[in-house]
């Protein structure tokens, strides 16, 4: 996983651009340029990016850890998800990291996700990690913090220990 500052002001900077070829720089160096996965998430002028060249399927998702949700939203989760000792803000990266995940069908929205009609298990499993059945598809999730972040990874399988690095 790896962290980078945008030194300009964020409506100045095409992100898109600029990520992508730092990715590919990063990749050549690793030597894993021909075939690797990868996944972008923007907070502020923050980024991070997460390379994998053993895995499927990687998402990634970072959030300031003082980011503020409205209470409607916070209400809304804790109804759905009273069951979870876990931050709301730290619920919806887990669904952040679902939307990017292509092997989700349909994909993951949102608005869908926090009501009882759309079918997103979330389960803990240990310390951080989170088993997610969405569908008939089973990933798991874990929230790292780092600095005065939250970093959300979601993987196809749970080998956070063998891959996950910062």
């Given at each position: 996983?790896?962290?980078?500052?945008?030194?300009?002001?964020?409506?100045?900077?095409?992100?898109?651009?600029?990520?992508?070829?730092?990715?590919?720089?990063?990749?050549?160096?690793?030597?894993?340029?021909?075939?690797?996965?990868?996944?972008?998430?923007?907070?502020?002028?923050?980024?991070?990016?997460?390379?994998?060249?053993?895995?499927?399927?990687?998402?990634?998702?970072?959030?300031?850890?003082?980011?503020?949700?409205?209470?409607?939203?916070?209400?809304?989760?804790?109804?759905?998800?009273?069951?979870?000792?876990?931050?709301?803000?730290?619920?919806?990266?887990?669904?952040?990291?679902?939307?990017?995940?292509?092997?989700?069908?349909?994909?993951?929205?949102?608005?869908?996700?926090?009501?009882?009609?759309?079918p997103v298990d979330?389960?803990?499993?240990?310390?951080?990690?989170?088993?997610?059945?969405?569908?008939?598809?089973?990933?798991?999730?874990?929230?790292?913090?780092?600095?005065?972040?939250?970093?959300?990874?979601?993987?196809?399988?749970?080998?956070?220990?063998?891959?996950?690095?910062?």
């Amino acid at each position: 996983m790896f962290f980078t500052r945008y030194r300009s002001v964020k409506l100045l900077n095409n992100r898109y651009i600029l990520s992508r070829y730092y990715l590919i720089s990063v990749a050549k160096r690793l030597g894993v340029f021909k075939d690797f996965n990868y996944c972008f998430s923007h907070s502020g002028r923050y980024s991070a990016f997460v390379i994998s060249s053993d895995l499927n399927h990687v998402s990634l998702d970072i959030e300031r850890i003082d980011r503020r949700l409205p209470e409607s939203l916070k209400l809304k989760l804790r109804g759905v998800y009273n069951d979870l000792i876990l931050p709301e803000l730290n619920i919806i990266m887990i669904f952040e990291t679902l939307a990017k995940l292509p092997m989700i069908n349909p994909p993951v929205i949102l608005s869908k996700g926090i009501t009882d009609n759309f079918p997103v298990d979330i389960t803990t499993i240990s310390n951080n990690i989170f088993e997610v059945s969405v569908n008939d598809k089973k990933v798991y999730s874990k929230i790292y913090t780092f600095a005065d972040f939250y970093i959300c990874v979601t993987l196809e399988e749970n080998v956070f220990d063998d891959c996950v690095h910062y």
